[in-house]
């Protein structure tokens, strides 16, 4: 399961979850008002009622059991620094210690690209960069080169969250108000957790995919209730 996308070399793949999330996800919850434990209670056709009941009147933690680890390639660290600041979650990032950058990689936003005088500016600039950088990585340690580095530099990350905090995840990175590479990124991984888990994450996404948009007067005015129930 992968998903790519050619203009910034973004790679996701979704390298482990949890099996059968939705009917593990949907037994913990029946456990709860049963005399049997959660191993007894695992069956098949009615998980989309039975979760969406439980996790409707608040009871979010039952879709902590599934978990989710992804691996994500090519994307600035203007994106892994927006990344990081969701706290229950894990990450282990590629490092600039360690990793020397020998050669050039960047991400060239859409409206740099757009424009050919911006692009010509932006891809000088980093080439200066970079001599600088191998430059300095000869006399300083990497450590300290890495400094010069810019924010668009790329690099890879594996991120390791559970449902509930992807979805809470999704509604704010899915929304159109959310930077785009973050909401790049974050509309890859939905679609990989719907592939496994369509019933926990039938109704993930920005709040309009679920009702009004809580954003006020900062709102886009493009709902999208139409994801609802498709893959995104
Ligand atoms: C459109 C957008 C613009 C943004 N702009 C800025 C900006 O200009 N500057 C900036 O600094 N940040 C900005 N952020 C980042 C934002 O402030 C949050 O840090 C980030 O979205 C992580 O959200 P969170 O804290 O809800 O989630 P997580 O860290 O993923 O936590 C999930 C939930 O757990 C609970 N939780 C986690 N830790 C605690 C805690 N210590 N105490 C109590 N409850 C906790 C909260 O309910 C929280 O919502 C922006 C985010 C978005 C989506």
Redesign the pocket.
């Known amino acids: 399961m992968e998903q790519k996308t050619g203009d910034t070399g973004m790679n996701v793949r979704l390298l482990a979850h949890t099996p059968d999330a939705d009917a593990v996800c949907t037994a913990a919850g029946r456990s709860c008002y049963s005399e049997r434990p959660s191993a007894d209670l695992l069956r098949e056709n009615d998980n989309e009622k039975v979760l969406g009941v439980i996790v409707g009147m608040g009871h979010h933690s039952v879709i902590e059991h599934a978990v989710f680890t992804f691996s994500v390639e090519g994307v600035s660290r203007v994106l892994t620094h927006?990344l990081v600041?969701?706290?229950?979650?894990s990450f282990s990032q590629q490092s600039q210690r360690y990793v020397p950058l020998k050669a050039p990689t960047y991400v060239v936003p859409d409206s740099v690209k757009a424009d050919p005088r911006s692009a010509a500016l932006y891809e000088n600039t980093m080439e200066k960069i970079w001599d600088a950088y191998n430059r300095l990585s000869e006399i300083v340690p990497a450590e300290d080169a890495r400094y010069i580095l810019p924010n668009g530099c790329t690099t890879n990350i594996t991120i390791t969250m559970n449902a509930r905090?992807l979805l809470?995840?999704f509604s704010?990175?899915c929304?159109e108000?959310?930077?785009w590479e973050i909401r790049d990124l974050s509309e890859k991984m939905l679609a990989l957790c719907k592939e496994v888990s369509p019933v926990i994450f039938r109704d993930a996404g920005p709040p309009c995919v679920r009702g009004p948009c809580p954003e006020g007067k900062l709102s886009c005015g493009r709902p999208r209730c139409s994801l609802r129930n498709h893959a995104v």
């Open positions: 927006q600041r969701h706290r229950i979650a905090e809470h995840f704010l990175r929304c108000r959310a930077q």
